[in-house]
């Protein structure tokens, strides 16, 4: 397959960190760090990654048109995307992060997943779950090998699933294998799931919002990237600004799945 246009495909290597220069934005081969985390509530998400040593690179919120214009790339990209055929992957997901989805019922950021197992690149997280999904042929999720002419990480075996689509979580017994995956600290998984995806979530959405840019998001980053406690204001402003711009996100999303 490929029926995509540049835009999409550079997009798609963007996300996957194959990236060239030093452009404070697209020059950032982690910026997926910032972006899966501006699907998740609050700053839960954020205090994570940098508790884990991550950078939160303030350039990728900086300017929201270009923001705006990598994600609809990127839904692009997913809406010309079906799986030629039924296959079993793979995730290690930080249990927090974990609990979150559970609780929605969806996914809830882009959601990177491996056909060659539960990768030990992945288990640089603090609690962590094993989550092995069972995809249906004719999905909407990006097989990175199949698309991009070079894959720079051809080891990751990458499927990619989209945010917004609903999730049938089963729980399952650990495996003295499994237990044998440990997290940074080296504790062993906290739970084990099999999940099944299924079709985009239903929401009540608004197409006009707007969204203007928000440097109180950058200073949250500057204060968590320094290893302290953001001003409480900014905290509430930028958690506000995450949830037009995820209701933005879910709509463009939309669009593409119709």
């Not at 495909?9 to 081969?29: R, S």
């Not at 048109?65 to 030629?84: E, T, W």
Request: net charge negative.
């Amino acid at each position: 397959m490929n029926n995509l246009s540049e835009k999409e495909i550079n997009a798609l290597k963007f996300y996957i960190g194959d990236v060239e220069g030093n452009h404070p934005f697209y020059g950032d081969g982690k910026a997926y760090v910032v972006l899966n985390s501006l699907f998740f509530p609050d700053i839960h998400s954020e205090k994570m990654r940098a508790a884990e040593g991550k950078y939160l690179n303030p350039a990728i919120i900086a300017e929201v048109p270009r923001l705006l214009d990598f994600f609809n790339s990127i839904f692009s990209v997913f809406g010309k995307s079906l799986l030629k055929q039924s296959c079993t992957a793979y995730r290690v997901e930080r249990m927090a992060d974990f609990e979150i989805c559970r609780s929605l019922g969806r996914t809830v950021s882009l959601t990177s997943t491996s056909t060659a197992g539960f990768l030990d690149a992945y288990r640089d997280r603090r609690g962590i779950a094993l989550m092995k999904f069972d995809l249906s042929e004719g999905s909407h999720v990006i097989n990175v090998a199949e698309i991009l002419d070079f894959y720079a990480k051809p080891e990751e075996a990458e499927i990619l699933l989209p945010p917004f689509v609903t999730l049938d979580i089963r729980d399952i017994k650990l495996t003295d294998e499994q237990r044998c995956i440990t997290d940074c600290d080296g504790n062993q998984p906290i739970t084990s799931v099999e999940v099944n995806i299924g079709d985009i979530c239903d929401d009540v959405n608004n197409e006009n919002i707007h969204i203007s840019d928000c440097d109180a998001g950058i200073r949250v980053y500057d204060a968590l990237n320094c290893g302290e406690i953001p001003d409480i204001e900014d905290i509430s402003e930028y958690s506000q600004w995450k949830k037009s711009l995820q209701r933005k996100l879910y709509y463009i999303f939309r669009q593409y799945m119709l």
